[in-house]
């Protein structure tokens, strides 16, 4: 391994050590880790990119809607200066839009850009699920069903956020089982803006029980060493996302 690559994952590492300690809950821990942002959870700046950042990702924040850093600032008792900071975060990562002499807004995303996204997603998680197969043995594959586990007992209680943060959790764990740290990082670089639409998607009706479904068929061919089977299937779960929020009439697209 070369110096530099040991370098990123001992990195990576501490950062899992530092939120994993932290108190937060599953989604904050993600949106923190892969905004940078591990290594102080509990400034102002964190916590505001928390609060805005969840907010959107689980659609309390729609697309459109303005961004009041006064307000901000008045709810953390911060000056203006972390709420620009935070902002200027979530506009690097595509979730918010920053116009001059204008209020910030939840950005929409165009439905090519969308679709590039998840095509780009699909091909990286066949990849993940082919080195799975490869390299991994049936010890390593306990986190998979142990994740597994987390997505039945979310669905089983009708939790959604709680089975959308599980699902995160069971990519997270198949991106780290690859080792393959290019893929992740490229994961992790369009990471944010498919979380908001991920949650879109799996707020859906039925489209829990479909996707609980779908990860007990993916774990299974993990389980039967069946490389060809389980890339497929992981891009079908991958579509499957995509078309239902094709279908969603999602504000976040123009019409």
């Known amino acids: 391994?070369?110096?530099?690559?040991?370098?990123?994952?001992?990195?990576?590492?501490?950062?899992?050590d530092v939120l994993a300690g932290s108190g937060l809950t599953a989604g904050e821990r993600e949106i923190l880790r892969v905004l940078g942002r591990a290594e102080d959870p509990d400034s102002v700046g964190a916590q505001i990119l928390l609060s805005?950042?969840?907010?959107?990702?689980?659609?309390?924040?729609k697309?459109?809607?303005?961004?009041?850093?006064?307000?901000?600032?008045?709810?953390?008792?911060?000056?203006?200066?972390?709420?620009?900071?935070?902002?200027?975060?979530?506009?690097?990562e595509?979730?918010?839009?920053?116009?001059?002499?204008?209020?910030?807004?939840?950005?929409?995303?165009?439905?090519?850009?969308?679709?590039?996204?998840?095509?780009?997603?699909?091909?990286?998680?066949?990849?993940?699920?082919?080195?799975?197969?490869?390299?991994?043995?049936d010890r390593d594959l306990d986190e998979l069903r142990s994740a597994q586990d987390d997505l039945e007992e979310a669905a089983a209680a009708d939790d959604l956020d709680g089975y959308f943060w599980a699902n995160v959790a069971f990519r997270n764990t198949e991106a780290r089982l690859a080792a393959n740290e290019t893929v992740r990082d490229v994961l992790d670089s369009v990471g944010v803006r498919t979380l908001q639409l991920r949650h879109l998607s799996l707020s859906?009706?039925?489209?829990?029980?479909?996707?609980?479904?779908?990860?007990?068929?993916?774990?299974?061919?993990?389980?039967?060493?069946?490389?060809?089977?389980?890339?497929?299937?992981?891009?079908?779960?991958?579509?499957?996302g995509l078309a239902a929020v094709e279908r969603s009439g999602w504000p976040g697209f123009p019409r």
């Open 94 to 137: 595509g979730l918010v839009e920053i116009a001059a002499r204008k209020r910030p807004r939840v950005r929409r995303l165009g439905i090519e850009e969308v679709r590039e996204i998840y095509e780009l997603r699909g091909e990286l998680y066949g990849l993940v699920s082919r080195r799975i197969v490869a390299r991994c043995s």
């Open 204 to 240: 859906l009706p039925g489209r829990v029980a479909t996707s609980v479904a779908d990860h007990r068929r993916l774990l299974q061919a993990y389980e039967d060493r069946e490389g060809p089977l389980a890339a497929a299937l992981t891009r079908s779960i991958v579509h499957r």
């Open 63 to 92: 697309p459109g809607d303005d961004l009041n850093s006064v307000e901000l600032a008045r709810r953390f008792s911060s000056s203006r200066t972390p709420v620009r900071e935070a902002l200027a975060t979530l506009e690097r």
């Open 1 to 16: 391994m070369a110096v530099d690559e040991a370098a990123g994952s001992s990195r990576a590492e501490q950062s899992r």
């Open 52 to 61: 805005v950042g969840a907010a959107i990702i689980e659609g309390r924040l």
